[in-house]
């Protein structure tokens, strides 16, 4: 049984990028801590799907994070329904998938589109600095709340191409994991420094989370690749970062804040 300093009840949060894949893990696991939680996505039809099955405590809420007007729109909307925001979970992103199914070609450095690596950093990157910005700057005038950013542990380590070679093509149309996702993620660990100590004396944590690989059915070719360099021998579940979620973004994290943690079946430590 959890202890009371992980109760989230009274407490309203959002969690952008809501309807996605660890998105609904992040709402759900909010949720059974007794927050409310507002799901938050630019897929109308996902977002509604995925509060149907979170329950009455889910809150639709149609958001594009890359646009400055839409994010004010969603704090007036929450705080029109509500006294307050106290959680904000940013975790939109877009996640470049490196495989045989992918356009390979522009996949890798030499090819990569300006207007992709533009689009993909207003997204993960600038849509976090607008949240964090608006709902912070309301939580630092009243009363403080707490910043979780979802990086990846691409934050912490390069991505290894050799996960993603295809045997027979050349090496100039090999896949890669695109560089702008661990950009990306790195970068959210230097805006959850900054904002930790921006807002330090405002009553605001800050902290960031860093996933590892999530099993989806990927191929087993690709999975037995990862797993060799993960010590615990697999890929995440789903569902295993939900009391990570509940630590940092609840007072049993109360002493904590500016850090970035790791959950990766310790593949950053070799």
Known sequence: MKSDTYDLSGRVALVTGGAGLLGIQHSSALIESGATVYVADINDEAVQKACTELGDKAKPLHLDVTDADDVVCALE?????????????????????????SVIESSR???????????????????????????????ADNGGGTILNIASDLSVFAPDQRLYHIAGLPEARQPVKPVTYPVIKTALIGLT????????????????????????????????RLTSLIPLGRMARPNEYRAAVQFLCSDASGYMTGQNIVIDGGRSVL
């Open 193 to 224: 420094r900054y904002l930790a100590t921006y807002w330090a004396n405002k009553n605001i944590r800050v902290n960031a989370l860093s996933p590892g690989g999530v099993f989806t059915n990927q191929s087993d070719e690709f999975v037995s």
């Open 109 to 139: 450095l030499e090819n990569f589109p300006l207007e992709q690596w533009c689009y993909q950093i207003e997204v993960g990157l600038t849509g976090a600095f607008l949240c964090s910005k608006v709902f912070g700057v309301w939580m």
């Open 77 to 101: 909307l929450i705080l029109d329904e509500n006294e307050g925001i106290h959680i904000l979970v940013n975790n939109a992103a877009i996640d470049p998938k490196a495989d045989a199914n």
